[in-house]
């Protein structure tokens, strides 16, 4: 199987190179969205947002800042930059500023997948069109007895970048439309929770403190 795959890469010619290095930055950037989107970043906000909510209620503004302590997460972020500055009767404004800082994070990147994976196939069509002009070239210019084995090894060069550039582009495809349906499922719950923030915030602190007054 090595040996097939390492001969068909030989026979397919400079452009599977670049096939090559192309699968192996889509390759990275993968592995390391992965790693964020599903590990780092993905909290469990339904299960957080009770206990923050249970110290608002206590009327503990720090206790609901310690637990969203880690910054790097987008859910934590958002909480926290908003209820440090509850004071200043902005807590609304203040947690969209949050959000819009963190959702470029959450896309960082992604787009270069779906990128890659163009590059990869157009690549493949390059390697397939410089084969196939390599075989009817050397059709053509060759001696009768050569003629059949330049015809084939340009073939093979066309059909080997073919189906290389697929084979980087279609997993790049399905990983990118995965990372970004993720993506925006975590930006869709930090925002859900931040307008939960908001309007509790509004509603039973800024109010009663009017009330109070």
Not at 14 to 27: D, E, H, K, N, Q
Not at 103 to 120: C, D, F, K, M, T
């Amino acid at each position: 199987m090595l040996v097939s795959i390492a001969r068909a890469f030989q026979q397919g010619g400079p452009f599977m190179y670049g096939i090559g290095l192309v699968s192996a930055f889509a390759f990275a950037i993968i592995v390391e969205r992965t790693y964020y989107l599903f590990f780092k970043f993905d909290v469990k906000a339904d299960a957080i947002w009770p206990e923050i909510l249970n110290h608002l209620k206590k009327g503990d503004i720090k206790g609901a800042i310690k637990i969203a302590d880690d910054v790097t997460v987008p859910f934590f972020y958002v909480v926290r930059h908003a209820l440090e500055h509850i004071d200043t009767g902005r807590i609304k404004d203040f947690a969209m500023e949050a959000y819009y800082e963190v959702e470029p994070e959450l896309n960082r990147r992604i787009g270069y997948v779906s990128l890659l994976a163009n590059i990869a196939t157009l690549l493949g069509l390059l390697g397939t069109i410089t084969g196939l002009i390599a075989a009817f070239m050397g059709v053509a210019a060759a001696d009768p007895g050569e003629k059949q084995r330049k015809l084939a090894s340009g073939i093979a060069t066309a059909m080997n970048t073919t189906a290389f550039g697929l084979i980087v582009a279609i997993p790049c495809l399905i990983a990118f439309s995965i990372l970004k349906a993720k993506a925006d499922n975590i930006l869709n719950k930090v925002e859900e929770y931040n307008r939960k923030l908001v309007d509790y915030v509004t509603h039973h602190i800024y109010n009663s403190n009017s009330g109070g007054e």
